[in-house]
């Protein structure tokens, strides 16, 4: 079984809609969630962390649900810009231990 | 901060040469990198785990005599492509993070490598 789970997608999805993308994770020793988006041929990019409470960060809400072992990442109002892979990650914390998603591809149409 | 620099980011080889791609930390000291490859359209695999100052511990099915890592100081890890093969070109990215817990993984720019 996969460390992390993640529906590659694609997900296309027209200007100003609203779409979520959800990870799982089977390790529930799990410490530390974030997104990371990476652009056609680029390295990933940290998005932003995924805290217990939920963050948001403009258009972009992270939310960690630790009872179901899963992550979501909601981008609201898509920009043509926010298409791009976006790869969940998580860390045990132990020995420094990243695994990642096989990431989920959105491409916002105008 | 957490700067991971990558160089170079663009090498063509011919078949059975060697080519060395080196990760720095540039603000930051990292004990560990984790190097990375990446092939088109395909999701990130980790190849191996550098720890300074020891041996590198490589993932199953990554051959440790043909990906050689140093990792010599806190602030360099390289990677060497030995008798690279066409089969070898792929996106090799680099990553590091700070010894911080809950700390994200930064990525170097990442290395695209085509062996002709």
């Known amino acids: 079984r996969k460390e992390v789970e993640q529906d590659p997608g694609p997900f296309n999805v027209p200007e100003g809609a609203t779409v979520a993308f959800n990870c799982t994770y089977s390790n529930s020793a799990s410490q530390s969630f974030f997104w990371y988006r990476q652009d056609c041929r680029k390295e990933p990019k940290l998005l932003m962390s995924?805290?217990?409470s939920g963050n948001e960060d403009g258009r972009f809400t992270a939310q960690l649900n630790r009872a179901s072992q899963y992550i979501s990442l909601l981008i609201r109002d898509s920009k043509l810009s926010d298409s791009a892979t976006y790869l969940c990650?998580?860390?045990?914390?132990?020995?420094?231990?990243?695994?990642f998603g096989t990431g989920t591809s959105l491409t916002v149409i105008p | 901060g957490a700067v991971v620099s990558q160089h170079p980011s663009r090498v063509i080889c011919k078949s059975g040469t060697s080519v060395k791609i080196e990760c720095r930390s540039l603000?930051?000291?990292?004990?560990?990198m984790f190097w990375y490859r990446q092939f088109p359209k395909q999701s990130l695999m980790l190849m191996a785990t550098s720890n300074e100052g020891s041996k590198a511990t490589y993932e199953q099915g990554v051959e440790k005599d043909k990906f050689l890592i140093n990792h010599a100081s806190l602030t360099l890890s390289t990677l060497t492509v030995t008798s690279a093969h066409p089969e070898d070109s792929s996106f090799y990215i680099c990553?590091?993070?700070?010894?911080?817990?809950?700390?994200?993984?930064?990525f170097g720019n990442g290395t695209r490598l085509t062996v002709t």
């Open positions: 990650a998580v860390n045990l914390n132990t020995g420094n231990q990243f695994y």
């Open positions: 603000d930051f000291q990292a004990t560990t």
């Open positions: 995924v805290y217990s």
């Open positions: 990553s590091a993070s700070l010894h911080i817990r809950n700390s994200p993984l930064h």
